[in-house]
């Protein structure tokens, strides 16, 4: 793809406890500036994000335990509540890695039924997973309703490009099954073009269609410079 059209595919993201005011207001304005696809920032900062943004900006939000999740549903609900208050228009989330089928299906599904109506991003941490479980957590939230699956908090290491084909072919799996469409966000140490070109290639070895259509985004916010 040409760079303009990745810059559409950017979350641009701060995820950070101590954020200020003007830095809210200064990745807003970027992605509003550079037509990213959205702004992705914590649950407290939902409200400032929102009120410095355009009405066509999407606001994601990062909800609940970060960046590592809990088999606790409750955990997650409150944040995420708070945030569609406060106008979020997207939901990003970890499921823990390692809680069981039951345990992670139950959160899943609490979570989708408390997001309705709005976009559902369900973090997978690839970097912690063998080839097993990065399919198996990936079904897991297919299952559940998940608009995107996200590859990484980058809090745990780099998304690698065995793990970007094997959420791609499941994603594409899960459309040939049902018929639904989700998308997958590539996150997790993306550092250079370089890194993230090596990504799209098997995410484009399995569905081109996924990147075509724009059921792709991209959590990297330092690579916008070299986007520019």
């Not at 200064?26 to 943004?53: P, T």
């Not at 997790?188 to 890194?195: H, K, Q, S, T, Y």
Request: with cysteine; aromatic share 2%.
């Amino acid at each position: 793809m040409r760079r303009p059209d990745l810059l559409g595919l950017l979350d641009i993201t701060l995820l950070d406890e101590g954020a200020s005011e003007s830095d809210i207001n200064r990745v807003v304005d970027l992605a509003v500036e550079h037509g990213a696809a959205a702004v992705c920032v914590l649950s407290k900062h939902a409200k400032l994000a929102r009120q410095a943004a355009t009405p066509q900006t999407r606001i994601a939000v990062v909800a609940g335990p970060f960046p590592k999740g809990s088999p606790d549903l409750d955990r997650y609900l409150g944040p995420i509540r708070d945030a569609i208050d406060e106008g979020a228009d997207e939901v990003d989330l970890v499921l823990e890695p390692h809680i069981g089928f039951e345990a992670s299906m139950m959160v899943l599904n609490g979570i989708r039924l408390a997001t309705s109506g709005r976009t559902l991003k369900v973090i997978i941490e690839t970097p912690i997973l063998n080839e097993r479980g990065v399919r198996g957590a990936a079904r897991m939230a297919l299952m559940s309703g998940a608009d995107f699956v996200k590859t990484g908090t980058g809090k745990r290491g780099k998304c690698s490009r065995d793990a970007a084909r094997w959420v791609s072919e499941e994603i594409k799996r899960h459309e040939v099954t049902t018929g639904e469409r989700p998308g997958l966000k590539l996150s997790g140490g993306i550092r250079d073009l370089d890194g993230l070109n090596g990504l799209l290639d098997e995410v484009r070895s399995v569905d081109p269609d996924i990147i075509e259509s724009k059921r792709l985004r991209i959590g990297a916010s330092s690579l916008l410079e070299s986007l520019l």
